[in-house]
């Protein structure tokens, strides 16, 4: 475009990050249910100290889970072919540029006060319009997300089985103290990140999992959905004030654990995650070429 700037495209709702954008309602409501579970834990009395390594060592947990997670998101889309996240800066490894206040506020005060593992990162704009195929293509962009977090878990397990079997650092000539909290970090790791993946799946909007539910659903629940979806994160925020996500987390936890513990089950579990993310690669266009306007 000669003469003139060329003119941004509008941020189209995202596809798959949960960011809490519908006032301060929604804050006030985030803040008081989760001072509520610290509260009845008792998480307010545990040692500030021990709670302040804690969440130091949270730390890159935090920043790999949703940053990687929000870059899958902007890398998938651009491949199929929408250049908005590239041109919103969001096609970045930079974590700092794909994280949310609230989102990340509420991990570390999940880590804080030991409770369940809520948050989310800043949406990665997206245009479905741009592509070939909108919906089934919004899938793809929506589940990447949470398969980056697989492959992030998984790899952090391999690290951590790894720690553990050369004794926890001892052979690497670290003191103690330090191999522990560097084990304490890649548990932090594969556990945020498996519930990362789980919570992003759930069929609740906006989460990335309302995108594969959308792929059984007829134009009438689809609507639903839809209707659902402004009030999603307090929807999301009294479950867990239920023991309704009991059982999938549950099983998240025994996941970790196990993958952390056993070569075999972990060697089954890359596989699996090595074959998902093939099969989508596999299905995205040979490249992307950012069409660059015509100069006069």
């Known amino acids: 475009m000669s003469g003139a700037e060329r003119p941004k495209p509008r941020a189209a709702r995202p596809p798959g990050g949960s960011r809490c954008s519908h006032g301060l309602a929604i804050a006030a409501t985030a803040l008081f249910l989760t001072a509520h579970s610290a509260w009845a834990s008792g998480g307010f009395l545990a040692d500030p100290m021990e709670t302040f390594i804690r969440v130091a060592l949270s730390l890159p947990a935090l920043l790999l889970g949703i940053g990687l997670h929000e870059f899958a998101h902007a890398y998938i889309a651009v491949r199929l072919g929408d250049p908005t996240p590239e041109d919103e800066g969001r ?8 994280l949310d206040p609230m989102g990340s506020a509420l991990i570390l005060a999940a880590y804080a006060f030991q409770l369940p593992l809520l948050g989310w990162g ?71 990140n498996l519930s ?11 989460l990335d999992g309302h995108w594969v539910a959308r792929e059984f659903l007829n134009a009438d629940q689809t609507r639903l959905l839809a209707q659902i979806e402004p009030y999603g994160i307090l929807v999301l925020l009294m479950l867990m004030q239920t023991p309704v996500l009991d059982t999938p987390f549950r099983f998240v936890f025994q996941l970790g654990i196990g993958l952390m513990t056993s070569w075999a089950m972990l060697g089954g579990y890359l596989a699996a995650v090595g074959v998902a993310w093939y099969l989508l690669i596999r299905s995205l266009p040979d490249f992307y070429l950012r069409r660059n306007d015509p100069e006069d």
């Open 91 to 98: 096609l970045s490894l930079n974590p700092l540029d794909h």
């Open 122 to 192: 800043l949406p990665v704009p997206v245009r479905g319009s741009m592509f070939r195929n909108p919906i089934r293509d919004m899938l793809k962009v929506g589940i990447a997300g949470p398969m980056m977090n697989l492959a992030i878990g998984g790899s952090a397990a391999a690290a951590c089985l790894a720690f553990d079997s050369i004794g926890f650092g001892t052979t690497l000539g670290l003191p103690e103290q330090a191999a522990f909290r560097v084990a304490i970090m890649l548990r932090a790791i594969v556990i945020t």
């Open 196 to 206: 990362l993946a789980a919570f992003n799946l759930l069929p609740i909007p906006p």
